[in-house]
Structures are given as C-alpha cells and as structure tokens.
C-alpha cells in the first residue's frame, strides 16, 4: 500500500450527496472523491422538487439558480389522492430545479477545490487495519454517497416486491406544465414537473404495470380518470425516454466500521415524498460535522430518526389512498407498518456548525 496516498476522509459517489459533501467536508479536511463515472449532463433533464430555502444553501457552495434553471417558484399543487378529483394543495414554497445541471455545476466547484481529488474506480473499499483502503488511497473515514445502490451498507431494508420508476421527458413544455401534479392508480401514481427547459412525467408502482408497453401505459393513463394530467402533452411514445429504477422506499443498515451514508445510500426516500434531493444536501452538510466520535454517534442517531419519522410519514399518507384495498397499495402498506417504529421525542440538528440534540418539532403534514 505503499503507493496508497492517505486522506482524511473519503467519499464514495458523486451524486449532489457526494459532491456536496467533499465541499463542505474539504473547509478543514483533505478529501478524496472516489467514483465510477463522473457527471457529464448529457442524460436527460430530470426535474426535482425541493424547498425554495434550499436555493439559498446552493448558493453558499457557489450555485446559481438560472444555472439549474430554478427560476420560479412552482404553483400550487394539484394532486388527486383520495379521491378522482384533484385538489389544489398549498405547502412550503418549492421551485422546480435540473438534477443533471446541479450535478455538473457542483463537479465544477469540487474541481476547483485544491483540498479535493478525484479518483475513478468502481472497486468497493477494504477496511485494513483501521483505515479503508481504495484504488490509490488510503482514508480514516468513508462517506457512502452511492445512491439507492448503498454499496457499503451491511444490507438494504425494502419491500419484497419493490415498485419500479419509469419517466418520460418533453423539451420546453407549456407555462401551465411548471407545477406539481400527482394522482393515484390502483397500481401506484403519476406525477408530472417541470422548469421551463424539460418537463418530466413519471409513473411509479406495481414493476410490470410501469415496464408495459408504452402505447398500452398511455391508454391506461388517459383512461383512468387522470387526463387532466395528460390532455396538454403529447402521447408517451413521442416523448424521450427519461430515468427509470427504484420507486419505493428502502435504507441501509448501519455498518460496524466507520460508514457514514448520506443520501439515497442513507434512506431513499419514495419519490412521494419530493424531498429526495433537499435531504441529501441536508446530509452532506451535516456529516461534515463529523470530528470524532461522539459527533460520528449523534450522526448515527440522526439518521435512525429520518428513517423513522419517514417511514411514519409515509404509512399515514399511504393510508388514506384512494386505492388502499389494492393488491399494490395494500402491500406496500403492511411493509411500512412493519418497520415504521415509534415516533422520536428528540431530534438531532446543525446548529451552528455542530451537530446536536433539540426538542423535536410536530411531525409535518406531509411526506
């Protein structure tokens, strides 16, 4: 391991969790980023959803908003949930952002760090005496910024029969595409978002409903009481064929060695919640307050408590589906029963910089 350089810590992944990790983590610390493939933007413009406060955040790591196309903040919601009728639903103020833009314009600034290097490997790290060693380094720590596919995580907790992701996007959609819509099937949902540059629909749910012939999907969809989503786009099968995977919730359990996930590798939120990406800033800023131990164990209990208060968050919304006695719906409600605990009597918050107990606010009304 001789030709091993050693670093203070290391992060796997360079999703926004990582890149925005090795920023912050690389104010006192010499950072490796360690990763497959690094962002290039030429997949499709997916949109996210996140809180207008988080706008502020990027800005503080050198982000601007015309750069992620944030340009305004989205309208009010409408979203059929419980019933065929969708309802106007006025929340926290969000604004529609490019995920892929975000990613390359958070690569630039971690390129002019001098405090970070990147190394692109795909080989798991190895825990050796004490210190996980990778493709040419060497680091005390690890960050798990891997996604959903959580590559250090002893095991990953989800249904046994997880629902799957499909989306479809359009370039420069109608002025009244840029807000958020949701409406529930028998087999899952369909949302839509959009910036002025891409909208996204996406379908989650039952794996062989969202992977059905797209000609046969879009029927379905126009038929199902929700063409009020649809009416204004042209069919599926002429749209460009957006991400697909994961589309219900899962997490990591804890290693023993010195792992700390973030993001989709920590919790991956389902995609109901549209808090995905804003949690994942969140944790990368907060690992960064990791200087020892005790703050490594206040880590860890914050994550124990996001897993909880989501999955509590979750089933409750999942409850009150129209489509509750579904096979799908029904399922997906046992298993979020199963796991989701009791609710936390305290939190654990950035204050300051340090990570540290506080009195827990009310759950949210949302997910």
Same mark, same amino acid.
């Given at each position: 391991?001789?030709?091993?350089?050693?670093?203070?810590? !290391?992060?796997?992944?360079?999703?926004? !969790?990582?890149?925005? #990790?090795? +920023? #912050?983590?690389?104010?006192?610390?010499?950072?490796?980023?360690?990763?497959?493939?690094?962002?290039?933007?030429?997949?499709?413009?997916?949109?996210?959803?996140?809180?207008?406060?988080?706008?502020?955040?990027?800005?503080? +790591?050198?982000?601007?908003?015309?750069?992620?196309?944030?340009?305004?903040?989205?309208?009010?919601?409408?979203? &059929?949930?419980?019933?065929?009728?969708?309802?106007?639903?006025?929340?926290?103020?969000?604004?529609?952002?490019?995920?892929?833009?975000?990613?390359?314009?958070?690569?630039?600034?971690?390129?002019?760090?001098?405090?970070?290097?990147?190394?692109?490997?795909?080989?798991?790290?190895?825990?050796?005496?004490?210190?996980?060693?990778?493709?040419?380094?060497?680091?005390?720590?690890?960050?798990?910024?891997?996604?959903? &596919?959580?590559?250090? !995580?002893?095991?990953?907790?989800?249904?046994?029969?997880?629902? !799957?992701?499909?989306?479809?996007?359009?370039?420069?959609?109608?002025?009244?595409?840029?807000?958020?819509?949701?409406?529930?099937?028998?087999?899952?949902?369909?949302? *839509?978002?959009?910036?002025?540059?891409?909208?996204?629909?996406?379908?989650?749910?039952?794996?062989?409903?969202?992977?059905?012939?797209?000609?046969? +999907?879009?029927?379905?969809?126009?038929?199902?009481?929700?063409?009020?989503?649809?009416?204004?786009?042209?069919?599926?099968?002429? +749209?460009?064929?957006?991400?697909?995977?994961?589309?219900?919730?899962?997490?990591?359990?804890?290693?023993?060695?010195?792992?700390?996930?973030?993001?989709?590798?920590?919790?991956?939120?389902?995609?109901?919640?549209?808090?995905?990406?804003?949690?994942?800033?969140?944790?990368?800023?907060?690992?960064?307050?990791?200087?020892?131990?005790?703050? #490594?164990?206040?880590? *860890?209990?914050?994550?124990?408590?996001?897993?909880?208060?989501?999955?509590?968050?979750?089933?409750?919304?999942? *409850?009150?589906?129209?489509? &509750?006695?579904?096979?799908?719906?029904? #399922?997906?409600?046992?298993?979020?029963?199963?796991?989701?605990?009791?609710?936390?009597?305290?939190?654990?918050?950035?204050?300051?910089?340090?990570?540290?107990?506080?009195?827990?606010?009310?759950?949210?009304?949302?997910?």
């Amino acid at each position: 391991m001789s030709g091993h350089r050693l670093f203070d810590v !290391a992060v796997l992944g360079t999703g926004p !969790a990582g890149l925005t #990790a090795a +920023l #912050a983590l690389a104010r006192e610390q010499h950072v490796v980023v360690a990763t497959a493939r690094l962002p290039d933007g030429e997949v499709p413009g997916r949109v996210d959803c996140v809180p207008i406060r988080l706008l502020s955040t990027l800005q503080e +790591l050198g982000i601007e908003t015309a750069v992620i196309r944030a340009h305004r903040p989205a309208g009010p919601r409408r979203i &059929a949930w419980s019933s065929a009728t969708p309802d106007r639903v006025y929340g926290h103020a969000t604004v529609h952002l490019e995920r892929p833009r975000l990613e390359l314009a958070l690569l630039t600034e971690v390129l002019r760090n001098g405090r970070i290097e990147i190394v692109i490997a795909d080989r798991r790290p190895q825990f050796i005496g004490g210190l996980f060693v990778g493709d040419a380094w060497r680091a005390p720590r690890v960050i798990d910024a891997t996604g959903a &596919a959580g590559v250090m !995580a002893p095991r990953r907790v989800r249904p046994a029969k997880p629902w !799957a992701s499909r989306t479809w996007m359009l370039p420069r959609p109608p002025d009244k595409c840029q807000q958020f819509d949701l409406a529930t099937l028998p087999q899952g949902y369909v949302f *839509r978002l959009a910036t002025p540059t891409w909208l996204t629909i996406g379908v989650v749910g039952e794996p062989a409903f969202v992977r059905s012939d797209v000609t046969t +999907l879009d029927a379905r969809l126009r038929t199902a009481g929700h063409a009020w989503m649809l009416d204004d786009v042209p069919a599926l099968d002429r +749209l460009m064929q957006g991400w697909q995977g994961r589309g219900s919730v899962q997490w990591s359990e804890l290693a023993g060695i010195p792992v700390l996930p973030i993001g989709d590798a920590a919790l991956a939120r389902d995609p109901l919640s549209s808090q995905g990406l804003a949690t994942a800033i969140g944790d990368a800023l907060a690992v960064a307050a990791v200087n020892d131990e005790a703050s #490594a164990d206040l880590f *860890r209990e914050r994550y124990r408590i996001g897993v909880v208060t989501h999955l509590r968050a979750l089933a409750t919304h999942v *409850r009150t589906v129209r489509w &509750a006695t579904s096979p799908a719906w029904h #399922a997906y409600a046992a298993f979020l029963a199963a796991n989701e605990g009791t609710e936390p009597t305290t939190d654990v918050a950035l204050v300051n910089g340090r990570l540290s107990r506080v009195t827990r606010e009310p759950p949210p009304g949302s997910v």
